[in-house]
């Protein structure tokens, strides 16, 4: 056995009332790529800014190379030859790819010679990893897979031996995240020690040497990927079995609930994003839309929830149109029986200071049931969040708690317990189970399923295809704004990925 | 030639008047680059000015009154930070508690220590900043054009003066070309970046209210020492406000901040200047009119003429880390 590169012992963290990380331990062998999986909150990102000197424990030990040492700050994780790339990036949006990479690491009062031997040092980082980017590039103008490759750079740059990676394929596209594995495995090959936290089991099994499995604080198991599977993975992480893909039934499709004829999008620069769309969802089926992020499904979404202008075309609910000026009253859409779950829930979906109870009837705080007179009947809204938490087992089940503290995967179910709650006609969601754990992923497929069989329309939009195939009855994919083809549930993963890729949309061109 | 030496004198106050402005706006400039708001600069330049104003007169010396400013005005900065870095405050509520109790304690020590009604003594020659005469500005002064220029408007200003004018390309050079002012620029955007990069936020704020505090310092020293021969009560009388709008127009850029500051010092000057002499076309217009140009042209340019000003994205938030 290798020499341990990182061992953490006891680790104890709370937050306040929460008690993130509980008596932790964890061995992680030098040269080695070691994964990190369990549900949302489960505490590892708290555990892996531990042992990155962002947050203290309020116990425990951390030996680095053998030696115990004390990790209070960042700065001394840096000194120890530690990186981390953070869930959300830490870099400076309106500074150069240059002044990210230097801040912190400048080797002079002036910037001069900092920036001189920066700009040398990632050529020769570029070269040697086909770590790719432009030196002057501004962060905010960069996509994201890049913007994720200057947090590795600047890791790198700082010397690294030991890499952190929290949920670093979240954002990436399937090419993207391939280029990375490749990156990591090349680095692993160099002797450095790679930690890598995702949701995608896949990816463990593809690219780490050895897992744990994290839940709810603790740390439940340590395997070696060779010997485990896919599915004693998602069995630890959950405490109980998981279906990987949810059982359904043949649809039986109804009268046509939605109709979209014609459609066509400009975004806020001009640039057509939905071009000329046409589609019907029938209640009692679920269509899904493939694509690879920002072939204008977002831009579709938008229209047809009434958020967004549309330049043309027209939407039909029930068999009457939708105002497409992108003033419609969204409060009028879900009174005609449209709920909309969005992509973005931090943004669009949650108001994230507000409290779980009236996030959980946010937008719809006008209905008769919630008011008593003027005022808003806490009570009934009180008993109708509690009623949520545990039909959909949000946790933690309090209702009065922020919704900021309650992790990604649980806010999520509340926008999905909110909406889907409310017995709509027709239900629209995009991205329904991004950055959500595979237990929470088995819930929410169930219930999507649910509302088909009560003879709902569902119309999902999602980048993961896995998700697209167990759940659609039927399959639309989107290329360069138009969908280029539609396909039943049993089409295969190659076949959909060509037609993301545009390939037959080339050849149908030409 | 009477309209060019006219203009000429309206420009020579359009300088004495920016340079409190200035002081102040790249004050708070420091401070906002770094994420911390400050309505306090009008406070911090009052306190300045009081302790300039009593020292030099106790001193008998400029140099010591314009250090007890700085040193004064710096002191009330580091409450400022106290209160919003070290306990994250509200930054907003801060300031203007500073303001209040800098307004209040500059007329009661005045009133305990000189007993002249809030006033401090009459400075003398020696206890205020000279002019700087430069050199040949009396002999150039009747060559027709240049020569008032350059005896006018270049030469002729206290020290003072020249350092504010001085601050701009320093204040640039820091921000732009220094390892502290590319961390500086940083806090203020994102400060978990910042904290990541193994860089203390708190210090680094701290650091950028000390900045703050020596500039308002200066702009203190300036209104009683040399503007005005000693302290009088409220004399700062919104210049700390009108500094902050001028930060804004000039979307927290030092070169821009100085535009903006003569723009609003020239809009003082000429009010000055035009009171109740007859204008063009609209005639005699009410001393009050003229008085008030200048904060109208401020709402109106602020309103419709800069378009997007984007404030430092982490201002006015304190850093926390965990909820
Ligand atoms: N800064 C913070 N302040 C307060 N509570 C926090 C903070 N960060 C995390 N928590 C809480 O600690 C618990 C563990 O969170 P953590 O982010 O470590 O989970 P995770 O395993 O990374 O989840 P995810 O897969 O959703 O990223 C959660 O209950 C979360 O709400
Ligand atoms: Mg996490």
Redesign the pocket.
């Known amino acids: 056995m290798a020499q341990a590169a990182i061992e953490l012992i006891g680790i104890n963290k709370s ?2 009332a ?1 008690r ?2 509980r008596d932790i331990n964890l061995e992680v062998a030098r040269g080695t790529i070691h994964g990190i999986v ?12 531990i042992l990155y000197g962002f ?1 203290q424990a309020d116990s425990g030990e951390i030996r680095v190379g053998g030696k115990p040492v004390a990790i209070n700050t960042s700065n001394d994780a840096i000194a120890l030859g530690i990186g981390m790339v953070h ?1 959300h990036f830490m870099l400076v949006d309106n500074f150069t790819v240059l002044e990210n990479v230097i801040l912190g690491a400048e080797n002079d009062p002036l910037l001069k010679s900092s920036i001189a031997k920066a700009r040398s040092e990632l050529d020769r980082l570029e070269r040697e990893y086909g770590l790719e980017v432009d030196p002057d590039a501004v962060i905010e103008e960069l996509p994201v897979g890049l913007q994720q490759r200057v947090e590795i750079l600047k890791a790198l740059y700082r010397g690294a031996e030991i890499l952190i990676l ?2 670093p394929t979240g954002v990436l596209t399937p090419a993207e995240a391939d280029h990375l594995f490749r990156i990591l495995k090349q680095l692993k090959d160099q002797g450095k020690t790679i930690v890598l ?1 995702t ?1 995608k089991l896949r990816e463990i099994m593809a690219i780490t040497d050895t897992v744990s499995v ?1 839940r709810q ?1 603790t740390m439940v198991a340590t395997r070696v990927t060779k010997q485990t599977t896919v599915g004693e993975l998602a069995e630890l992480m959950v405490g109980r079995r998981v279906l990987l893909r949810v059982e359904k039934g043949q649809s039986e499709a109804g009268a046509i609930k939605l109709s979209v004829k014609n459609l066509t999008v400009k975004d806020s620069r001009g640039v057509t994003m939905v071009d000329n769309v046409s589609f019907d969802v029938r209640g009692g089926e679920i269509v899904g839309i493939a694509g690879v992020a920002g072939n204008g499904q977002s831009e579709l979404l938008e229209a047809i929830s009434g958020i967004r202008h549309a330049v043309s075309g027209e939407v039909m609910l029930d068999g009457k149109p939708i105002d497409l000026t992108g003033k419609a009253d969204p409060g009028e859409l879900r009174d005609r029986g449209l709920a909309h779950v969005p992509e973005d829930r931090h943004h669009v979906g949650l108001v994230l200071a507000f409290e779980e109870n009236e996030n959980s009837i946010l937008g719809y705080h006008d209905d008769e049931r919630y008011l008593k007179g003027l005022f808003l009947n806490v009570d009934a809204i009180m008993a109708d969040a509690k009623d949520k938490i545990e039909k959909y087992d949000i946790r ?1 089940g309090n209702p009065r708690l922020k919704t900021a ?5 649980n806010q999520q179910k509340i926008v999905l317990a909110r909406e889907m709650e409310q017995d709509p006609g027709v239900l629209i969601v995009g991205q329904p189970t991004r ?3 595979v237990g929470a992923i088995e819930f929410i497929h169930k219930r999507l399923i649910a509302m088909r069989d009560q003879g709902k329309a569902v119309l999902v939009v999602s980048v993961e295809l896995d998700e697209i195939r167990s759940l659609s009855d039927r399959i639309l994919v989107m290329f360069a704004g138009r969908v280029v083809g539609e396909r039943g549930p049993e089409a295969t993963e190659g076949e959909l990925g060509l037609l993301m890729a545009g390939v037959e949309h080339q050849e149908a061109a030409e | 030639m009477d309209i060019f030496i006219a203009i000429v004198q309206i420009l020579d106050s359009t300088i004495r008047l920016s340079v409190p402005l200035l002081l102040a706006c790249l004050a708070g400039l420091y401070s906002e680059r770094a994420g911390v708001f400050d309505i306090g600069l009008e406070g911090k330049m009052l306190v300045g000015a009081f302790a300039g104003a009593s020292a030099a007169a106790v001193f008998h010396s400029a140099f010591i009154g314009l250090g007890m400013a700085i040193l004064m005005s710096v002191a009330f900065a580091m409450v400022h930070g106290f209160a919003s870095i070290t306990h994250r405050g509200n930054q907003i509520v801060s300031g203007v508690a500073i303001n209040f109790i800098a307004a209040g304690s500059t007329i009661m020590l005045g009133q305990a220590w000189f007993q002249q009604g809030g006033r401090t003594p009459a400075l003398q020659p020696g206890e205020r900043f000279e002019a700087i005469v430069w050199p040949g500005a009396d002999a150039v002064r009747d060559v027709p054009i240049l020569g008032p220029i350059y005896s006018e408007l270049i030469s002729g200003h206290s020290i003072l003066v020249y350092i504010a004018f001085l601050m701009v390309p320093f204040t640039w050079w820091v921000l732009y070309r220094t390892r502290f002012g590319l961390r500086m620029r940083a806090v203020g955007e994102n400060p978990a970046a910042v904290d990541t990069a193994g860089i203390s936020v708190a210090w680094l704020r701290y650091r950028a209210l000390i900045c703050t505090g020596i500039l308002t310092g200066i702009a203190g020293a300036y209104l009683s020492m040399v503007q005005n021969g000693g302290f009088v009560k409220d004399m700062t009388a919104g210049k700390g406000y009108i500094a902050l709008a001028a930060l804004i127009f000039a979307k927290w850029r030092p070169v821009n901040a100085m535009f903006a500051c003569l723009l609003f010092g020239f809009l003082d000057a000429a009010s000055i200047r035009l009171q109740g002499s007859p204008l063009p076309v609209i005639g005699k217009v009410p001393a009050q009119f003229m008085q008030a140009l200048p904060y109208v042209l401020t709402v109106i340019l602020l309103a419709g003429f800069i378009g997007k000003a984007i404030p430092p994205r982490a201002g006015g938030v304190p850093y ?4």
């Open positions: 937050f306040g929460v993130a990380n369990g549900e949302n909150g489960a505490g590892k990102s708290t555990l892996m800014s947050y869930q929290d949920e936290i949701h994290m604080g933690p503290n309650f992790s990604g995967g950055g959500v754990d | 926390v880390k965990e909820r």
